[in-house]
C-alpha cells in the first residue's frame, strides 16, 4: 500500500509554471505507475499525463502535450510535475495517484489517490 500526498499548487498568471509534487511513503514505490489526474469544478475528473514503474515512459494526454512534463525519483519516493505555459482551463484539483499491477492503458485502474492540490490559472 502507499499513501500519497500532493503539494505545489498555487494561483498563477496565465502563461506561468508551476511545479507540481506527490510524495509517496510505503514500501516499493518503484513497482508503481504514477499519473496525474485533474478534476475542474461540475466536470469529471480527467486523466493529465502517466508514468510507467519499470521503464519510464511516458504517456500525456492531448491538451498538456508540449506544455507538462511528469517525472519520478525513485530514491526519493516523489513524482514531479513541471507545467508551463499555463491556461485558465488548466484550473483545477490535481490528484496524484498510483497503480499496482495493472495492465493496459495508463488512463485507468488506479489504485491510491492523494487528496489533491489546487491550481488556479487566472487570465
Known amino acids: 500500500q502507499v499513501q500519497l500526498v500532493e503539494s505545489g499548487g498555487g494561483l498563477v498568471q496565465a502563461g506561468d509554471s508551476l511545479r507540481l509534487f506527490c510524495a509517496a511513503s510505503?514500501?516499493?514505490?518503484?513497482?508503481?505507475?504514477m499519473a496525474w489526474f485533474r478534476q475542474a469544478p461540475g466536470k469529471e475528473r480527467e486523466f493529465v499525463v502517466a508514468i510507467a514503474k519499470t521503464s519510464g515512459s511516458t504517456y500525456y494526454a492531448d491538451f498538456v502535450k508540449g506544455r507538462f512534463t511528469i517525472s519520478r525519483d525513485n530514491g526519493k519516493n516523489t513524482v514531479y510535475l513541471q507545467m508551463n505555459s499555463l491556461k485558465p482551463e488548466d484550473s483545477a484539483v490535481y490528484y496524484c495517484a498510483a497503480r499496482w499491477g495493472i495492465i493496459g492503458s495508463y488512463t485507468y485502474g488506479y489504485q491510491y489517490w492523494g487528496q489533491g492540490t489546487q491550481v488556479t490559472v487566472s487570465s
Open positions: 510505503g514500501r516499493m514505490f518503484s513497482m508503481y505507475d
